[in-house]
């Protein structure tokens, strides 16, 4: 990581929405620095704004005030290297696998050629060279998921921002793709952002933890996590890993007993 100007910088932003009962803050004053090559993970409660924040990153809403930078530039509108992934994958049904994952890339324009030999390189990646030609229908939820981490890798964004990617799976697959994720993003040097309720997942993942508070979002503390990388399973009992977890289960008010 670098420690010179942010990759991206959050600098009091705010966002309100105006709905039947009146004015909802979603955000209110939150200020961030991403480093480039930072894993960052963002908790908190339900309805807190993290998916805001995400949205209001990816430059996917405006924010009421407050501005967005990337590389020192103010960023108002969706950019290429910006590459976001949703808790549900979102796959096309009449297009197979590797055609769900050559979409953003052909949308984006990239050449035939390159665009084919991304997409042949992340269905390599993530175990999925074998399921290319099958149909939504045809895929687990894990694996659909891994499909939609293939289509945000193939259009080679800078900066992942994921939206509780594994959210909806089950405990042992996420843990899996948690590991996938984590050997993509160390191979590919990218900079991630990660929405996520789960606080293990969070620290597991992270080289920072962003805890936010209840409605309207602001920023609690930035946690730097004092585990080594690579990261492993066996890093679950490390104490470090533990205290963490219960200091942010705490912060949140979540029971520890």
Known sequence: MTESTP?????????????SDGV???????TLQVQEGEFVSLVGPSGCGKSTLLNVV??????TSGVVRYRGDDHIEPRSEFGVMFQAPILLPWRSLEENVRLPGEILGIPEEVLTS???EVLEMTGLEEFRAKYPWELSGGMAQRASLCRLLASDPEILLLDEPFGALDEFTRESLDD??????????????????????????????VV??????????????????????SMLRDR???DMVFEIRGMLGVATT
Do not use: C
């Open 240 to 242: 470090n890993y533990l």
């Open 7 to 19: 990759i991206i910088e959050v600098v009091d932003v705010s966002q309100s929405y105006q709905t």
């Open 180 to 209: 996938e994720l984590l050997r993509i993003w160390r191979g590919t040097n990218k900079t991630a952002m990660f929405v996520t309720h789960n606080i293990g997942e969070a620290v597991y993942l992270s080289d920072r933890v």
């Open 212 to 233: 936010m508070t209840p409605r309207p979002g602001r920023i609690a503390k930035v946690l730097p996590v004092q585990l080594p990388r690579p990261r492993a399973a």
């Open 24 to 30: 909802i803050r979603a955000l209110s004053d939150v």
């Open 118 to 120: 991304r997409v042949d």
């Open 58 to 63: 990816a430059a996917l809403l405006r924010p």
